[in-house]
């Protein structure tokens, strides 16, 4: 879905996608008009969200490809987020 994604993005030309003559591979890239349409999108979300998404972008850039393909996070604090059930409860 990943590169169905970004190939969709390339057509709006928001993603610029470039293969590699050294070693084959694809590389993807935000174009200007990509950078200038997520700060817009940027300002569409609560800080909360913001501040989570920007978590997520530190830990994928910090990857490799192979260890993003896994589909699982290095340990269920790595983002540092509580888990699930440490929410408050709230009393009826």
């Keep these: 879905?990943?590169?169905?994604?970004?190939e969709a993005l390339a057509k709006q030309g928001l993603v610029l996608i470039e293969v590699s003559e050294k070693d084959?591979?694809?590389h993807y890239s935000a174009t200007t008009a990509g950078i200038i349409k997520?700060?817009?999108?940027?300002?569409?979300l609560s800080s909360l969200?913001?501040?989570r998404l920007r978590?997520?972008?530190d830990w994928a850039r910090n990857r490799s490809i192979d260890q993003l393909g896994r589909g699982h996070?290095?340990?269920?604090g790595s983002?540092?987020?509580?888990p699930p059930d440490s929410r408050p409860v709230r009393q009826r």
């Design 1 to 6: 879905q990943i590169y169905t994604d970004a």
């Design 24 to 26: 084959g591979w694809q």
């Design 38 to 44: 997520a700060r817009v999108l940027e300002t569409r």
């Design 49 to 51: 969200v913001l501040q």
């Design 55 to 57: 978590r997520v972008v």
């Design 73 to 76: 996070l290095d340990s269920p």
């Design 79 to 82: 983002l540092g987020w509580p």
